[in-house]
């Protein structure tokens, strides 16, 4: 994969998080969290530390209100830095929020304890760091991989911080031009989303070469596993339907054996192009192993699946080197119809049928009906039907006991 061109894709995955991929959103609002309670309990330390650094340089009771202060937005660090949560998009917009508002807070509570107390005449060069703070909050969100939308609205608060201090306390800025520190504000802001574009753009890179597989451009088997267990447990919190297409290519050894791996390797290619050109952006096809396929379909019924293996069927998936029409074994699973608890049984019995497909006599679709299809690649008779009505046969005998025709492979 080429993730070094930056293609209209890449474009999108750097504006919004709407277009990443569960794989992606997952690592990355992982990373964020783990940063964040990272940062803030080292700043529930500093900000502890930093008690007795204000005794010296704030009279009483000014260092007291200041010490005060800090205690609270220590604690408050700390409950951020070891709360648990879940690395998902609610989670780490919260905690990424929650890291600035405490930190802005307390800049804002000891700009209001020196304008008002008076205490800033007496010490010029600790009010001045105090007026230049809320460049550090800028600064901070170059450590978190960022998208450009994301960047400007955690960027918005920060301008309040800056500006209330200017319009309610302005002595606070007697030694310190206000047009100054809204520039250097605006120039850190740029520079920080600089940065965590870079970061964002690095992770993306390296989740989808980790998440990709090299040969068909799927996604590998592990990180299929993973999204599965995303996508199952979304289905059953909302009760949608969900289903998985298990796909075996037959006869694949053939190939390979009559015409090289690297025609089987061209195959497998045109295979995947082709599944993909028939599924829906929100499905997910896994190269489960193999020739093995697994193509994931969320909010999508039996019937529906039948649908799609007949638009697969129109299409084809490919031909073999000599010409001849390559055809796959098929089987399909959906959450309510097997009253899956897992998708781990999802899946099993999506395994199950496809075998139950290859015993039926190969190029055979069997969905949740468990009613085989054959012939469903080269001929335009075939229809994959999901009827109300169980007939008996062969196949759903075989299902019935929970048996492998192992010799059907």
């Known amino acids: ?219 590998t088997r592990k990180v299929g596993e993973r999204m599965l267990d995303a996508m199952f447990a979304v289905a059953q919190r909302r009760n949608t339907p969900f289903s998985v297409l298990f796909i075996d290519l037959d006869r694949f050894k053939s190939i390979n054996d009559r015409f090289g791996h690297g025609a089987g390797d061209d195959v497998l290619r045109d295979v995947t192009t082709s599944i993909r050109a028939v599924a829906r952006r929100q499905d997910v096809l896994v190269r489960w192993g193999g020739e093995e396929m697994v193509l994931i379909m969320p909010e999508t019924t039996g019937a529906e699946i039948a649908g799609f293996v007949n638009r697969l069927a129109v299409s084809g998936i490919g031909r073999a080197p000599d010409g001849a029409v390559i055809t796959a074994s098929m089987g399909a699973a959906e959450r309510v119809t097997d009253r899956a608890d897992g998708w781990d049984a999802l899946i099993a019995a999506a395994d199950r049928r496809m075998y139950a497909a290859k015993a039926a006599g190969r190029n055979c679709y069997l969905g949740p009906s468990d009613i085989p299809v054959a012939g469903v690649f080269g001929s335009s008779q075939a229809r994959a039907e999901e009827p109300r009505t169980k007939p008996e046969s062969a196949t759903t005998i075989a299902l019935r006991d929970g048996t492998r025709v192992k010799d059907a492979a």
């Open 1 to 219: 994969m080429k993730s070094s061109c930056l293609t209209e894709k890449n474009w999108d995955d750097m504006l919004s998080a709407r277009s990443h991929s569960a794989e992606i959103s997952h690592e990355r609002y992982g990373l964020i969290l783990s940063r964040v309670q990272f940062v803030s309990r080292f700043f529930g330390v500093l900000v502890l530390l930093w008690v007795g650094i204000e005794f010296i340089c704030w009279p009483w009771p000014v260092s007291g209100w200041l010490a005060l202060e800090r205690v609270v937005a220590a604690g408050a660090f700390w409950v951020l830095g070891t709360h648990r949560f879940e690395p998902r998009a609610l989670a780490a917009y919260r905690v990424v929020m929650a890291l600035l508002l405490i930190p802005a807070g307390l800049i804002l509570g000891v700009e209001f304890v020196l304008a008002h107390t008076g205490a800033h005449l007496e010490q010029q060069f600790g009010t001045q760091a105090y007026v230049f703070s809320p460049l550090l909050l800028a600064v901070s969100l170059s450590i978190f991989p960022l998208t450009v939308r994301e960047s400007l609205l955690l960027t918005a608060p920060m301008i309040p911080v800056t500006v209330l201090p200017m319009v309610f306390w302005p002595q606070l800025f007697a030694e310190t031009s206000p047009m100054a520190i809204v520039l250097m504000l605006v120039l850190i802001s740029a520079i920080s989303a600089i940065a965590s574009l870079s970061q964002l753009t690095f992770l993306v890179s390296l989740v989808k070469k980790s998440a990709t597989d090299g040969l068909t451009g799927a996604v």
